[in-house]
């Protein structure tokens, strides 16, 4: 009897011993996981502000895909919303309450079932030089139960921690493919209608080209803006020679103007193009994919028997400004090539 009294009386101790434990760990926890993403801020960003995004780089939602999504009236932004309902996942929601376009986002995140509990959520997305630094960050209180549970199953940042690290690696992915995805549709026979212009031009090897361009586009786009010359349309690179076989090209850097100008500085010049009939090709994507795009059109040219303009205007249009749309995948342009 004396021995059970003395085992029931350790125990007892134990019990305290360990509730002692319990109630001095820490009020509330806090950790986050970060990644360097090769991409604009505002690409990342919009891609994690949207929920609708979020099945396609959710670690949860990987561990459960068939589980049911049901999505706020808004689902970006400020008071977007989703929630979510599954064997595996359990019950839960998340909201958003803040935002600072570009560079961070804050959430709440409330579970339901298995077990009741609510964390903050907040992403930051920071400019470097190799990409954009994203921090994925969670902070919430723990009462009794969540310190007695993570006593005996490891802390949150032990068991969520790994399902941070592998959504960032998913979020990664997923942009860096959406950043690279592009479209060529050759459009047809159409009539380009021609107009002023003012270029400089040069000739280069054709390595040198992307230098080249990104040296002088620059330059005939600001002297129109400094001289409040009305631009009748998108710049373009007018191509007069490409040369495969001696690695040389001449070509001239241009915006369309709605009248002749007569230029101060020697070399900012002023053309004009006639009317010409013109095969016309889009590309939607990074101007990586050009030269797969006028390959496309040269070959659309030769399947269908039409005839080469003999040194007529070989143009490439630049409809987006990437200065103002980050993602490739959104930059749209146009080649026109002479025909007879």
């Avoid at 969520?160 to 942009?175: A, C, N, Y």
């Avoid at 620059?218 to 690179?237: D, L």
């Amino acid at each position: 009897m004396k021995a059970l009294k003395y085992i029931l009386f350790l125990l007892l101790i134990f019990v305290i011993g360990l509730a002692i434990f319990i109630a001095v760990q820490p009020n509330e926890f806090r950790f986050s996981r970060s990644t360097i993403i090769k991409a604009p801020a505002s690409v990342v960003y919009n891609k994690v502000n949207d929920y609708k995004n979020w099945p396609s780089f959710s670690p949860w939602i990987e561990q459960e895909p068939t589980a049911n999504l049901t999505y706020g009236d808004k689902t970006a932004g400020v008071d977007g919303s989703y929630a979510w309902s599954g064997e595996i996942l359990g019950e839960g929601q998340m909201t958003t309450l803040s935002v600072n376009e570009n560079e961070s986002i804050d959430q709440h995140i409330q579970f339901i079932k298995p077990f009741e509990s609510e964390s903050d959520i907040n992403w930051t997305f920071e400019p470097t030089d190799e990409g954009t630094k994203v921090t994925w960050e969670m902070a919430g209180k723990q009462d009794f139960t969540t310190k007695m549970y993570t006593t005996f199953a490891g802390s949150i940042e032990d068991m969520t921690g790994p399902d941070f690290e592998r959504g960032l690696f998913k979020l990664d992915s997923v942009v860096v493919a959406d950043m690279e995805k592009y479209t060529v549709t050759v459009d047809g026979l159409t009539e380009h209608g021609g107009g002023y212009y003012i270029y400089n031009t040069t000739s280069c090897k054709i390595p040198d080209l992307e230098a080249k361009m990104q040296e002088m586009m620059p330059k005939i786009s600001n002297y129109a803006i400094k001289n409040n010359i009305q631009m009748a349309g998108a710049p373009f690179t007018y191509y007069h020679k490409w040369d495969e076989k001696n690695n040389a090209v001449m070509f001239s850097c241009c915006v369309p103007t709605t009248d002749r100008v007569i230029s101060s500085e020697s070399d900012i010049l002023t053309g004009q193009i006639e009317p010409f009939k013109a095969i016309k090709t889009t590309l939607k994507g990074n101007y990586s994919n050009l030269k797969e795009a006028w390959e496309t059109t040269m070959k659309h040219i030769t399947d269908s028997d039409m005839e080469f303009t003999e040194d007529g205007p070989m143009l490439e249009v630049y409809l987006t400004d990437p200065m103002n749309t980050p993602n490739p995948a959104d930059w749209k342009t146009e080649i026109y090539i002479a025909v007879n």
